[in-house]
Each structure stands twice: as structure tokens, then as C-alpha cells.
């Protein structure tokens, strides 16, 4: 079984621009959640969603917005890119809307760099 | 912000020792997982340890939670060389933030 993919794996954008990243979550899983990772700190949580749904939102702006697909693929987007925003951005899915009982999978990563 | 804080912050062994990491977090939980990250890659899911549990094994891996000091460590035996990594706690919290809170991590180095 194929895990959790993510693409692209590199990016280079502009400042200003915008950007689509995607995940397509290991089969059967219905929880996609997204993380930023700024170098040299942890992941840092952006969105749940849970059966199409968002289900939870961390402490981004409203530049950054996901939605989930029928088929459990996600995308992230983020608009008007600014420098801080250059990051591993990291895909995971699990089987349960908390994961209770079970451990998140994630994706290698996209990294992003805004120039 | 970093729930978890984890220490040391970068640690280097011999191969064949034993390493430990601590984890500090702040509010109550459901569950507390241990993650692995090489160089910058996706993490990997080592172990998961329940707010009712007290300790946890996983073949070279043994978990331990003390919720009344709000804090794990992770302990990693007879290291290998393939050890070498960041390791990240990170916290399922009680109630309801559907979301992973992850410290800050710490670099394990493993000298062949």
C-alpha cells in the first residue's frame, strides 16, 4: 500500500504568489491534517479535516486554507506568499478524526521557498 | 507554540549506548506519540503511549508518562548508527484540539 504522497516535493514561489500543495492520504483514512515545519523547530498544526469537513484550525491567517476532496485528498493553499512562509509543509492522515488509539501517518513533506 | 518542549535539545552518543530523551508539556492529554525525522524528511510514527498508561515498550524503544509531572521520555537502547535523527514528542490533548502540539525536538547523534 502507497503511503501518505504529497506533491510537489520542492517549490520555489515569489512573494506575493500563490501556492497549491496536495496529499493523498494512505487508503481508507479519512483524516487529512496539515503542519508547517519552519527549520530547526517542530511541526506546527494548520488544518483537520475529517470526512470533507474541517475540524480543526491552528493560529495561521486566513492566507493559508484547505479543503478535502471526495475521494480524501486534500489540497493547502496559501495566498499572498511572504517570506515566512518558506517551510516544510507536512501531510497526515490517520484513521480516526483525533487519532485516539493511533499514531498519525505523514508524508515526506513539500518544501516551499519563497525568494 | 510549542506545547512540548523536549531536552536535551542535541545529544551524541557511541553506537552501542543507550539515549535518553526527556519531554515536558503543558496541558492535559489523550495520548503522547513519539516521532522520528531524517534530515528534514517526513516523520515517522514510533510509539503512542495512552494518558493511562504508564510506560510503554517497542522493541529498542521503552516510553515512559508521568502525568502528575506532565512528562515522558523516550529511552532508545543499544543505539545504531541508523538512530541518528530528530526525535519530536508530541501531544493529543484532552479535550477536543483535534490536533498534534510537537516540541521542539532533539538531535540524536549516533558515532559509528
Known amino acids: 500500500d502507497a503511503g501518505v504522497t504529497q506533491s510537489p516535493t520542492h517549490l520555489i514561489k515569489t512573494r506575493g504568489q500563490h501556492v497549491t500543495l496536495r496529499c493523498s492520504p494512505i487508503?481508507?483514512?479519512?483524516?487529512v491534517s496539515w503542519y508547517q515545519q519552519v527549520l530547526g523547530q517542530g511541526p506546527q498544526f494548520i488544518f483537520q479535516?475529517?470526512?470533507?469537513?474541517?475540524?480543526g484550525r491552528g493560529n495561521f491567517p486566513d492566507r493559508f486554507s484547505a479543503r478535502q476532496f471526495p475521494n480524501y485528498s486534500s489540497e493547502l493553499n496559501v495566498n499572498a506568499l511572504l517570506l515566512g512562509d518558506s517551510a516544510l509543509y507536512l501531510c497526515?492522515?490517520?484513521?480516526?478524526?483525533?487519532?485516539?488509539?493511533?499514531?498519525?501517518?505523514f508524508g515526506s513533506g513539500t518544501r516551499l521557498t519563497v525568494v | 507554540s510549542q506545547q512540548g518542549e523536549e531536552d536535551p535539545q542535541a545529544l551524541s552518543i557511541q553506537e552501542g549506548e543507550n539515549a535518553t530523551m526527556n519531554c515536558s508539556y503543558k496541558?492535559?492529554?489523550?495520548?503522547l506519540q513519539w516521532y522520528r525525522q531524517n534530515s528534514g524528511r517526513g516523520l515517522v510514527h514510533l510509539i503512542l503511549?495512552?494518558?493511562?498508561?504508564r510506560e510503554k515498550h517497542s522493541g529498542r524503544l521503552r516510553v515512559t508518562l508521568d502525568t502528575s509531572k506532565k512528562s515522558s521520555s523516550l529511552l532508545i537502547t543499544a543505539s545504531r548508527a541508523a538512530d541518528t535523527a530528530s526525535y519530536f514528542c508530541?501531544?493529543?490533548?484532552?479535550?477536543?484540539?483535534?490536533?498534534?502540539?510537537f516540541g521542539s525536538g532533539t538531535r540524536l547523534q549516533v558515532q559509528p
Open positions: 497526515a492522515s490517520s484513521l480516526e478524526r483525533q487519532g485516539l488509539g493511533y499514531g498519525y501517518t
Open positions: 487508503s481508507g483514512h479519512k483524516s
Open positions: 479535516y475529517y470526512e470533507k469537513e474541517e475540524r
Open positions: 496541558t492535559s492529554i489523550n495520548n
Open positions: 503511549i495512552r494518558s493511562n498508561e
Open positions: 508530541a501531544t493529543d490533548a484532552n479535550p477536543g484540539r483535534r490536533a498534534l502540539t
